[in-house]
């Protein structure tokens, strides 16, 4: 969902204010990288890209200040790219030239109190993360063992019940019920969603606030999905994983996670088996494959078996 620039001056760590083009406040900003304006302040355009957030520091406003037969030139073609906004930093004073465009133009002129460097720093971490792929979906993130376990499942198979118990052993609660997961590179992260917190509901005990009963340390605010695990209700006869071979995986929002299926039924513990799975899945990450190295194992022993048979027959 794009960022207005209304958005952006609400962000305290930018340290930026309005000073002209206030009608433009609801342009949006659609992808999270800024513009330096560069050679357009010659007049040669050609580098600049429509809807993004100009940013003016210290080199550009002297260039400026120094070069008024040029001044109306530079600033009209940097504003003929229709910039979402204009940032100069380092509280720095614009040219009343670049005041008067704003306001034709309906452009938001802002003052950002940030040296240039630390403002492009922050807002593009910002947008960056604002602007992100994100989904929501049903289910508990848990952080066991310093693996971000996602739990789903259909309602009242016992996710929360489940993510409870966990907590109870020393491990943190990310979210419940609905988790809202960004694709940042090569990683998905999930988090609370807004209001629900680090409440979960428990069927019997009503809604709780796991921070308020198991303190601050039984629960994170965001982290990285890193296994998958469905639980499903046991079918006899069902097709689950028997020996571990193949590694399977889940999409979310374009990634690959790691992926396990667990089939519910009664006397089958599920936080151990999450428990297990967390840790299996550590020993993958640092190359040690349990399954695998136990096939090679048997490969090597029948080998050992029948080249022993062999000497025997000889």
């Not at 900003?29 to 007049?43: D, M, S, Y």
């Not at 890209?49 to 406003?61: A, F, N, P, S, Y």
């Not at 670049?98 to 938001?108: F, G």
């Not at 090679?296 to 080998?303: F, Q």
Request: net charge negative; aromatic share 2%; proline share 4%.
């Amino acid at each position: 969902m794009p960022i207005t620039v209304g958005e952006l001056l609400g962000r305290a760590e930018l340290g930026v204010s309005a000073v002209a083009g206030a009608t433009g406040i609801d342009r949006t900003i659609e992808v999270p990288r800024i513009q330096k304006p560069g050679l357009a302040l010659t007049g040669w355009p050609e580098q600049l890209h429509e809807g993004r957030v100009l940013v003016l520091g210290g080199t550009e406003i002297e260039y400026l200040e120094d070069h008024p037969p040029g001044r109306d030139l530079g600033l009209k073609t940097v504003m003929a790219s229709e910039p979402a906004c204009v940032v100069v930093c380092r509280g720095l004073v614009p040219p009343a030239e670049l005041h008067a465009l704003c306001d034709a133009h309906a452009v938001p002129l802002l003052i950002s109190t940030l040296v240039t460097a630390e403002f492009i720093t922050s807002v593009t971490a910002w947008m960056s993360d604002r602007l992100a792929p994100q989904t929501e979906m049903h289910g508990v993130l848990v952080d066991v063992l310093g693996i971000g376990v996602l739990v789903t499942g259909k309602s009242g198979i016992g996710k929360s019940e489940t993510a409870l118990d966990l907590v109870v052993r020393g491990h943190r609660l990310v979210a419940d019920d609905v988790v809202v997961i960004r694709r940042r590179g090569a990683a998905v992260i999930g988090r609370g969603a807004g209001i629900l917190g680090h409440h979960m509901e428990i069927r019997g005990l009503g809604i709780i606030n796991i921070k308020d009963l198991f303190g601050i340390a039984a629960v994170r605010e965001t982290k990285k999905v890193e296994l998958a695990v469905n639980l499903e209700e046991w079918v006899d006869g069902g097709d689950y994983e028997r020996l571990g071979f193949d590694d399977v995986t889940e999409e979310i929002l374009g990634i690959h996670v790691p992926a396990v299926r667990l089939p519910v039924r009664p006397g089958r513990n599920l936080a151990t088996l999450i428990e297990v799975a967390a840790r299996n899945q550590l020993l993958k990450v640092q190359g040690t494959h349990s399954a695998r190295s136990f096939r090679d194992h048997l490969h090597r022993a029948h080998e050992a078996a029948l080249a022993a048979e062999a000497d025997a027959v000889e």
